[in-house]
């Protein structure tokens, strides 16, 4: 694939001359997809770490804004389609009618929740937001520690999803595949996790700066695991609608709104809706390559016990001490 037939964030013709400059002095490596470079202890692409670098330039945060923020891979399409739902609620509890179409009908979740280095910040420093409404939505795969730098002391909110790893590599494995339209050799992108060169890695340090940042600010950071919102899905909905500060009240306890949430932000529904099987992203994603199975467990069909093991070592390795378990 050459440069020009891929996605615009993974190309090199956005940067500015600053940026070059900057590149040509950060630690680099190569992937099958093209250069990556090592910023704030983070790998990107160049394009991308053009629309960090915007961001960090030009983002001046509300006290109401929400950030969504995930490795890739971890659930983040699920996350974006809860909270707008959740938010959505609010808005027609008293004037919408059944006839009405839902945002997630019509716009896939990424359209309607953008990410701040993929296509906000992108191209410019100065992007118009005047179109957010509060409390502005907005998503982000940068760790943290970059995050916080921008956010300064803003209180604004930032939702955390974290996925094992081992599912997380199985399904960056496919969006690849199903990205590049051709089979991504999966024991070098294995070994490129495992040594924490990859797009947003080291996995490891990005997981533990949100980790670490909750337990420092449990009321500006919601850590949540993916694996807890499947196997809780309704108790989870209601942590994020508590900390996002739209509570549900008993009526709508009692109404069933959780479940109608949770079914409507469903894998089997969200994949079945139109829009998702035949739109594509503004970097020309299509938006069926975002749902797959979502399952819990499904390394166990692709991982060898060597991969698993191997993994497993580093996990006990990176996170030994932080509190945090798998």
């Known amino acids: 694939m050459n440069e020009k037939e891929l996605p615009p964030h993974l190309r090199e013709d956005n940067l500015s001359e600053e940026t070059k400059t900057l590149i040509s002095s950060l630690p680099w490596n190569k992937d099958f997809i093209g250069n990556l470079y090592k910023y704030k202890g983070c790998w990107y692409y160049p394009n991308t770490l053009q629309g960090v670098l915007n961001f960090e330039k030009g983002f001046k945060p509300q006290e109401t804004d929400i950030i969504l923020a995930s490795f890739p891979k971890s659930g983040t399409t699920w996350l974006k389609a809860l909270t707008i739902a959740l938010f959505e609620r609010l808005k027609n509890s008293n004037s919408s009618s059944d006839d009405d179409l839902h945002p997630l009908q019509s716009d896939n979740p990424h359209g309607i929740v953008p990410f701040f280095e993929f296509n906000l910040y992108l191209k410019s420093s100065t992007p118009d937001l005047t179109k957010f409404s509060?409390?502005?939505?907005?998503?982000?795969?940068?760790?943290?520690?970059?995050?916080?730098?921008?956010?300064?002391?803003?209180?604004?909110?930032?939702?955390?999803?974290?996925?094992?790893?081992?599912?997380?590599?199985?399904?960056?494995?496919?969006?690849?595949?199903?990205?590049?339209?051709?089979?991504?050799?999966?024991?070098?992108?294995?070994?490129?996790?495992?040594?924490?060169?990859?797009?947003?890695?080291?996995?490891?340090?990005?997981?533990?700066?949100?980790?670490?940042?909750?337990?420092?600010?449990?009321?500006?950071?919601?850590?949540?695991?993916?694996?807890?919102?499947?196997?809780?899905?309704?108790?989870?909905?209601?942590?994020?609608?508590?900390?996002?500060?739209?509570?549900?009240?008993?009526?709508?306890?009692?109404?069933?709104?959780?479940?109608?949430?949770?079914?409507?932000?469903?894998?089997r529904n969200l994949s079945g809706m139109e829009v998702n099987n035949s739109g594509k992203t503004f970097n020309t994603v299509p938006y069926f390559t975002f749902f797959r199975k979502g399952e819990v467990g499904d390394f166990k069909n692709h991982l060898t016990p060597e991969m698993e093991n191997k993994i497993d070592m580093i996990i006990e390795e990176k996170y030994k001490g932080s509190g945090l378990k798998f």
Not at 183 to 209: Q, R
């Open 134 to 267: 509060s409390p502005r939505v907005f998503s982000t795969h940068m760790p943290f520690h970059t995050l916080r730098l921008t956010l300064k002391d803003s209180p604004c909110k930032i939702v955390y999803v974290c996925r094992n790893v081992k599912d997380v590599f199985v399904s960056l494995w496919y969006f690849r595949c199903a990205h590049l339209e051709k089979e991504v050799d999966m024991k070098s992108l294995f070994e490129s996790l495992c040594e924490g060169v990859g797009s947003f890695g080291p996995f490891w340090e990005h997981v533990l700066s949100y980790w670490r940042g909750s337990l420092e600010d449990p009321k500006q950071i919601l850590f949540m695991r993916y694996e807890e919102m499947k196997s809780e899905p309704s108790a989870q909905v209601k942590r994020l609608a508590e900390f996002l500060g739209c509570p549900f009240t008993e009526e709508e306890e009692e109404d069933g709104s959780v479940d109608k949430i949770v079914e409507l932000c469903s894998l």
